[in-house]
């Protein structure tokens, strides 16, 4: 699990220093961007499907599905011709990665003891702070002394593996029937999710916001999305049941999960930035500064299952929350003469926050369903950090425009910017400590009425 999971961390950051190389060779640089925007867009569409089929098929063949799609899509990036290819061919990795992120998440679920879990699952995670500092650099490495190819290439013989140890180790017992798969839902959910994220995705970027592009793509994706809820109804087999949206402990832990997507992308977008173009940094600094809220994550989301264990996962998930405030709260004294070891001190405070509240929450909405239903759980949590991310991108986006005005970028201004945003990620994470708040006071008991 943590290799696969490795896969899609590492190609969420190794490209990123790869641009220019790959510009250069193949052109599109007004494009690059959706490099990006489908790999995330496809990935987070899928999410809610993948973990639907996992709940009628099994988690084994979704996760091999998963990683095929990715080995495909990996092995055609590194053939492209053109940025056009390379954008479809990124596409593919990003259907892949959609079945690879849920399924390893439910799959720890099915195969440790809750008590087990949290350390489990926090080596899991750690895969996103190791790839947040080997990423980059791999991907600077292979650009300078081989080829941007070699980014796409070095997947092959991880997926090779992952899928070979999956298919080994992992056995599960699925009961073997003639489900009916609810293709109307899926289509319904798939597009309407699409047209919805790509309008925050690209507002601002590719049409501007009130465009008639970006209101048809939100019109129009709002209208399936009420088609879907309208057919979920009555269908046999929901691909995304809406109990899920009626008990307390899965609607809390799914807002504290968008919540989450939205301060981490905050910061992963703008703290390299600020580190850099304010505090007179190098990239390996900014990079620094940004890595501990990775480390600070697994380290606390490990050992969260002994504090869950004695206190319950609502005061642990209390504890994450309020050391999450006071580091967002720190943030408020970010200035243009602000040391670099600060700015590190603040993300790590913040990851130990956010370990110690996204573990126990997804772990205790795991635990309040039967194996029948934890794909879709798990799903549904995972798809509303995605749409966390996709609405922090929309709204911090839109606040740096407004205060940057006409592309001024001097350190007062982006310090201003900067703050603006972090206003907002306060309000975010007193959002996440009122959802942590909402949880049930009882440690959850499996529910399998619908």
């Given at each position: 699990m943590m290799l696969s999971t490795a896969l899609i961390a590492l190609d969420s950051t190794i490209l990123a220093t790869a641009v220019p190389s790959i510009v250069k060779d193949v052109g599109g640089f007004a494009a690059f961007p959706w490099l990006f925007s489908v790999y995330l867009l496809a990935q987070a569409v899928t999410v809610p499907v993948y973990g639907k089929l996992a709940d009628l098929f099994g988690r084994k063949p979704i996760m091999?599905?998963?990683i095929g799609l990715f080995l495909l899509g990996s092995i055609l990036c590194s053939l492209a011709w053109s940025m056009g290819a390379l954008i479809a061919f990124r596409v593919i990795q990003g259907l892949g990665a959609g079945a690879i992120a849920p399924m390893t998440m439910t799959i720890a679920g099915d195969?440790?003891?809750t008590e087990e879990r949290a350390k489990a699952q926090g080596y899991i995670a750690s895969m996103w702070g190791v790839a947040s500092v080997v990423g980059p650099t791999l991907g600077g490495v292979f650009s300078e002394y081989t080829s941007w190819r070699w980014i796409f290439l070095v997947n092959v013989p991880l997926c090779l593996i992952a899928a070979a140890m999956v298919a080994r180790?992992?056995?599960e017992r699925v009961e073997r029937s003639a489900p009916t798969i609810d293709y109307t839902g899926a289509a319904l959910l798939t597009g309407g999710l699409t047209l919805l994220i790509l309008a925050l995705l690209e507002g601002g970027e590719l049409w501007s916001w009130g465009s008639p592009a970006s209101l048809a793509s939100f019109g129009i994706g709002i209208g399936l999305l009420a088609g879907f809820i309208a057919v979920e109804r009555t269908a046999r087999e929901p691909v995304l049941p809406l109990w899920v949206f009626r008990r307390r402990l899965l609607v809390s832990s799914g807002i504290g999960s968008?919540?989450?997507?939205?301060?981490?992308?905050?910061?992963?977008?703008?703290?390299?930035?600020?580190v850099q173009e304010v505090l007179g940094s190098g990239p390996l600094v900014a990079g620094f500064a940004l890595a501990t809220l990775s480390i600070g994550w697994p380290i606390a989301a490990s050992q969260s299952?002994?504090?869950?264990?004695?206190?319950g996962f609502r005061v642990c998930a209390l504890i994450g929350t309020s050391i999450a405030?006071?580091?967002?709260?720190?943030?408020?004294?970010?200035d243009e003469h602000t040391p670099v070891l600060q700015?590190?001190?603040?993300c790590l405070l913040i990851g130990v926050g956010m370990g110690l509240t996204n573990s126990p929450t997804l772990i205790a909405a795991q635990s309040s369903v039967g194996w029948h239903e934890r794909g879709v759980v798990t799903a549904n949590n995972l798809f509303m950090r995605s749409m966390g991310s996709a609405v922090g991108i929309a709204v911090f986006g839109a606040i740096a425009n407004g205060v940057l005005g006409d592309g001024d970028r001097t350190?007062?201004?982006?310090?201003?910017?900067?703050q603006h945003i972090v206003v907002v990620i306060v309000g975010l994470s007193v959002l996440l400590l009122l959802a942590a708040a909402a949880l049930p006071r009882t440690s959850p008991e499996p529910v399998t009425t619908q």
């Amino acid at each position: 699990m943590m290799l696969s999971t490795a896969l899609i961390a590492l190609d969420s950051t190794i490209l990123a220093t790869a641009v220019p190389s790959i510009v250069k060779d193949v052109g599109g640089f007004a494009a690059f961007p959706w490099l990006f925007s489908v790999y995330l867009l496809a990935q987070a569409v899928t999410v809610p499907v993948y973990g639907k089929l996992a709940d009628l098929f099994g988690r084994k063949p979704i996760m091999l599905a998963g990683i095929g799609l990715f080995l495909l899509g990996s092995i055609l990036c590194s053939l492209a011709w053109s940025m056009g290819a390379l954008i479809a061919f990124r596409v593919i990795q990003g259907l892949g990665a959609g079945a690879i992120a849920p399924m390893t998440m439910t799959i720890a679920g099915d195969i440790y003891t809750t008590e087990e879990r949290a350390k489990a699952q926090g080596y899991i995670a750690s895969m996103w702070g190791v790839a947040s500092v080997v990423g980059p650099t791999l991907g600077g490495v292979f650009s300078e002394y081989t080829s941007w190819r070699w980014i796409f290439l070095v997947n092959v013989p991880l997926c090779l593996i992952a899928a070979a140890m999956v298919a080994r180790n992992f056995r599960e017992r699925v009961e073997r029937s003639a489900p009916t798969i609810d293709y109307t839902g899926a289509a319904l959910l798939t597009g309407g999710l699409t047209l919805l994220i790509l309008a925050l995705l690209e507002g601002g970027e590719l049409w501007s916001w009130g465009s008639p592009a970006s209101l048809a793509s939100f019109g129009i994706g709002i209208g399936l999305l009420a088609g879907f809820i309208a057919v979920e109804r009555t269908a046999r087999e929901p691909v995304l049941p809406l109990w899920v949206f009626r008990r307390r402990l899965l609607v809390s832990s799914g807002i504290g999960s968008a919540a989450i997507g939205a301060v981490v992308l905050g910061l992963t977008s703008y703290i390299p930035t600020y580190v850099q173009e304010v505090l007179g940094s190098g990239p390996l600094v900014a990079g620094f500064a940004l890595a501990t809220l990775s480390i600070g994550w697994p380290i606390a989301a490990s050992q969260s299952g002994r504090i869950y264990l004695r206190v319950g996962f609502r005061v642990c998930a209390l504890i994450g929350t309020s050391i999450a405030l006071v580091g967002s709260l720190l943030l408020l004294l970010l200035d243009e003469h602000t040391p670099v070891l600060q700015v590190a001190a603040t993300c790590l405070l913040i990851g130990v926050g956010m370990g110690l509240t996204n573990s126990p929450t997804l772990i205790a909405a795991q635990s309040s369903v039967g194996w029948h239903e934890r794909g879709v759980v798990t799903a549904n949590n995972l798809f509303m950090r995605s749409m966390g991310s996709a609405v922090g991108i929309a709204v911090f986006g839109a606040i740096a425009n407004g205060v940057l005005g006409d592309g001024d970028r001097t350190p007062e201004k982006l310090t201003d910017a900067v703050q603006h945003i972090v206003v907002v990620i306060v309000g975010l994470s007193v959002l996440l400590l009122l959802a942590a708040a909402a949880l049930p006071r009882t440690s959850p008991e499996p529910v399998t009425t619908q």
